[in-house]
């Protein structure tokens, strides 16, 4: 199987990488991270530029159609490759956001994770609604060992990132952020976490400008951590 990292991820985010690798191969994965790979497009193509999306699909497929999986710690890129690539005449391989393959294709709810905190999840609007991932992350997390978790009020409502629109569309975005960083903090949660780093960025941006305490870490994180190889917040 190859891991697809994504452009955000592997630009700012490389330990949510490189926990999905280390969770996958103590599940019995054998995994790859091709070199070659780039944007799957998105961007583009939510911005209204669907012909320069159309070589980076191709790239896509050139890249991982070897493999027999590929996974993405990330719901919304996920969903480019499987709902998007096809309208812009690719068959992309099998593609899977990281909760979904562990639950559906692995099989697994218990990854043997241990996080001593306390935890809140916010379901990404692609994962949720694009993706259909539904409570598999949240039966993640009730498995991982000394996690508490806490309950999001209104979860589903989208924190106002969307990509491009966080900056076209800014004073919306900030509106419905607040609404998002209010919800997080009446849980009283030391952990944010989410699938997307697109959400936990903005998210977690707007809790750190507001010195709240409060860590977004990404799915992958939490369930690669372990007593033996624990989780430790970096500064």
């Not at 490389?14 to 961007?43: H, I, K, N, W, Y």
């Not at 916010?122 to 609604?129: D, E, V």
């Not at 975005?173 to 952990?191: F, Y």
Request: proline share 6%; glycine share 8%; charged share 20%.
């Amino acid at each position: 199987m190859a891991l697809f990292a994504t452009c955000l991820t592997d630009t700012f985010f490389p330990s949510t990488a490189r926990a999905v690798v280390r969770l996958l191969e103590r599940l019995g994965c054998s995994v790859e991270f091709p070199l070659d790979q780039t944007c799957c497009g998105q961007m583009h193509f939510n911005t209204g530029y669907r012909e320069q999306s159309k070589p980076l699909a191709r790239k896509y497929t050139d890249v991982f159609g070897g493999y027999d999986f590929v996974v993405a710690p990330s719901g919304s890129c996920a969903g480019m490759v499987r709902e998007i690539h096809p309208t812009l005449g690719e068959s992309p391989p099998r593609t899977f956001e990281l909760a979904e393959f562990l639950v559906d294709v692995l099989g697994v709810t218990d990854v043997g994770a241990w996080f001593p905190h306390r935890v809140t999840y916010h379901p990404t609007c692609h994962s949720l609604r694009m993706l259909g991932v539904g409570d598999k992350p949240l039966a993640l997390l009730r498995a991982v060992k000394a996690l508490d978790l806490v309950e999001l009020p209104d979860s589903t409502q989208c924190c106002g990132f969307g990509g491009t629109f966080a900056i076209k569309n800014a004073e919306t975005s900030t509106a419905m952020l607040a609404d998002k960083m209010r919800c997080v903090l009446d849980t009283g949660a030391e952990v944010l976490s989410a699938g997307d780093n697109s959400c936990l960025m903005h998210i977690g941006g707007g809790l750190s400008r507001l010195r709240t305490g409060v860590r977004p870490v990404h799915l992958a994180e939490i369930l690669a951590s372990t007593e033996e190889d624990p989780w430790r917040a970096t500064p």
